[in-house]
């Protein structure tokens, strides 16, 4: 069974950091684009980065702040956030695809579908 599964959120201070995790199971992760989306309380679902190969894009928003990651053994791929904002708080979630481009689009063409995604709540 194809599935993706994040995991990692939590409550930070602002400044913090967490790292959230994309897991995946019944297909070979590098073999996609992985890309992390995120939808804040009342707010459209937005496009935050990608992975493809050697090739990673990010939202201006999260520029600098963000990293991601593959890991292929654990057919996993992450998202180190860090120098967290309030405005970061949202739910988060990952998906595979065609390829990248940059966000918003962020994925080409979507496979899959949307999994219940991880919180992150940046909240002194």
């Known amino acids: 069974q194809v599935q993706l599964v994040e995991s990692g959120g939590g409550l930070v201070q602002p400044g913090g950091s967490l790292r959230l995790s994309c897991a995946a199971s019944?297909?070979?992760?590098?073999?996609?684009?992985i890309g992390w989306f995120r939808q804040a309380p009342g707010k459209e679902r937005e496009g935050v980065s990608c992975i493809s190969g050697g090739t990673t894009y990010y939202s201006d928003s999260v520029k600098g702040r963000l990293a991601i990651s593959r890991d292929s053994a654990k057919n996993t791929v992450y998202l180190q956030m860090n120098n967290l904002k309030p405005e970061d708080t949202a739910v988060y979630f990952c998906?595979?695809?065609?390829?990248?481009?940059?966000?918003?689009?962020?994925?080409?063409?979507?496979?899959?579908?949307w999994g219940q995604g991880t919180q992150v709540t940046v909240s002194s």
């Open positions: 019944g297909f070979t992760l590098a073999n996609y684009a």
């Open positions: 998906r595979y695809g065609s390829g990248c481009s940059r966000p918003p689009r962020t994925i080409n063409v979507l496979f899959g579908s």
